[in-house]
C-alpha cells in the first residue's frame, strides 16, 4: 500500500498512449513523507531526492517535488520534496509537455503492474495540465514551462527524443529557447560524462541523424561536438554524392547503421570517421587527401574530452584510420591485404574487424545513398582474414626458431606465409 496518492508519469505514459513498448515504469506520489514510505517497506534509493523501490515490484516512487536553479549545469538545483507538493507542481518541473501526462493509480491492473490497454482507453481520467496527448497527437516536441532552460542536458534529453519520434518536430518557441540556452553558456556546464551518455543514447535510436540535426539546428553542436559541427558546408568529392555536403553525408552513414542494427561502437565510428573532412584546405576541395589521418587526429582528444569508452575509442580509431583502404581493399595486392590486416590489428581481433568492416559498408552505402548497393569489400577482407588465421602459425614460429630465426624474422615468416595463402586462394574472394 502506497502512503499517499501515487500516479505513473512520463515515458510509460507517453509510450502506451502512442502505442509503444512500455520499458520502465516511474511513479510519483503526492502527499507523502520519507518516513512514511520506509515504514510502508519501501526503499530509499535517491541521492538528491527521495526515491524509493516499491517492496514487491521494484519499481521506482519518487515523491512529489520541486526544484530552484541555483548555479549552473544540470546539478545546480534545490531540490524540495513536501507533503504539500501537488501533483501539477511537480509535472511543471519536467520537460517536455508528452512527459508530463500523469495516470492515476487506480488505471492500473490487479496486480498492480501498469496496464498500457486500460489508459488508452482511459484517456480522459488522465492529468494532464500542460497538453501533453494535444502534443502527441500533433506530433510536437515542446517544453512544459521556462524552467526548461534552468537544465541544459535538455537539450540533448529533447534531441534523444528527436531520434526516436522521428516524425515529430520541435515547437518553435521550443527550438529558440533552446539556442538562448547555448548562448548563455548553459551547455558549457554539461558534465563530460552526461553528455556521452546522453550523446550514446541518441545514437543507439532508430534515426540518430535527427538527434545531430536538432544539436545543430540550436546551435549546441558546435559547442559540445566542434570537430563534427564544421562538417557542414564542407563538399563531397563529385562521385560520391554531390547533392550533399560531408554534414548531409554523415546524416545518411548514421540511419544506415541504426537499419543494420549496428552496436554503439559502430555508430561512433560511424560518427567520426570523417572528421578530418572538416580541416580539409579549401584549394584542394572537393577532394580530401589525407583526411583519414586528420580524422584519427582530431577522434582522440574528442573522445577524451568526452570520456568515452576504450572500446568505442579503439574501434572508432582503425575505422577513421583505415576507411578509405578498405573501400579500396579490391585492388590490394595479397601483401597489400596483410598489411591492412595488421594495422586493423584482425589477427587478434577479429570479432572487432567484423565491426570496423559494418561500419565502413554504412559509410560506403550511406555514400551513395543505396542501402541495398552491394559492399564487397566486406566479403573478400573477411575471407583473406579467414584464409590467413587458418595459416598454422605455431608450426611456422616453431620451424623459424629451429632454423635460428629470432623475433621479427619469426614474424615476416608468418606474414609471408599469409600473403602466399591469401595469394592461392585470392581468384575465389
Sequence with gaps: MVPGQAYLVGGAVRDALLGLPVQDCDWVVVGSTPQAMEAAGFVPVGRDFPVFLHPHSKEEYALARTERKQ????????????????????LSRRDLTINSIAAPAYLASSTGQFDAQTLRQQRDQLVDPYGGQADLAAKVLRHVTEAFSEDP????????????????????????????????????????????????????????????????DCGALQRLLPEVDRLWGVPQRADYHPEVDTGAHLLLVLDRAATLNAPLPVRLACLTHDLGKGTTPADVLPRHIGHEERSAKLLRPLCQRLRVPTDCVELA???????????????????ATVRLLERCDAFRKPERFAQVLLACQCDAQGRLNLHDSPYPQAARLQTALATALAVPTDTLARDAIARGAKGPQIGEAISKARVAAIAQQRPAC
Excluded at 534531441?159 to 518536430?169: I, T, V
Aim: a negative charge.
Design 317 to 335: 580509431e582503425v575505422v577513421a584510420r583505415e576507411h578509405g583502404n578498405i573501400h579500396r581493399s579490391l585492388d590490394l595486392s595479397p601483401a
Design 153 to 216: 542536458v535538455r537539450i540533448l534529453r529533447l534531441a534523444r527524443f528527436a531520434a526516436r519520434l522521428s516524425d515529430f518536430s520541435v515547437a518553435p518557441e521550443t527550438l529558440a529557447l533552446m539556442q538562448r540556452m547555448v548562448a548563455d553558456g548553459e551547455v558549457d556546464h554539461l558534465v563530460p560524462e552526461r553528455v556521452w551518455q546522453e550523446l550514446a543514447r541518441g545514437l543507439m535510436e532508430h534515426h540518430p541523424s535527427r538527434m545531430l540535426q536538432v544539436l545543430r
Design 71 to 90: 548555479g549552473h549545469g544540470y546539478r545546480g538545483f534545490v531540490v524540495l520534496a513536501a507533503p504539500d507538493v501537488t501533483l501539477e507542481q511537480d
